[in-house]
């Protein structure tokens, strides 16, 4: 399979945050990501890059 990882960007550095992701919603003002295991977190936050080729998701958080 060719499952995304979701990472967080944190002082310039990728930080990873889920793996197998498998899909991104917004829920009120978070993002809600959830793995193909049915794994949830939730972050505030922005999408800041889709690499799509090294299946990546990079998220921006925002402040508290």
């Known amino acids: 399979m060719c499952e995304a990882n979701a990472y967080l960007l944190k002082d ?6 889920l793996e197998s992701l498998d899909t991104v919603e917004r829920d009120e003002d978070k993002l809600r990501l959830t793995s193909i295991f ?8 922005k999408i800041a ?5 090294d299946h990546k998701v990079v998220i921006e958080a925002s402040e508290p």
Do not use: S
């Open 12 to 17: 310039g550095k990728e930080e990873l945050f």
């Open 49 to 53: 890059r889709l690499a799509l080729v």
């Open 38 to 45: 049915g794994e949830q977190k939730f972050i505030k936050g």
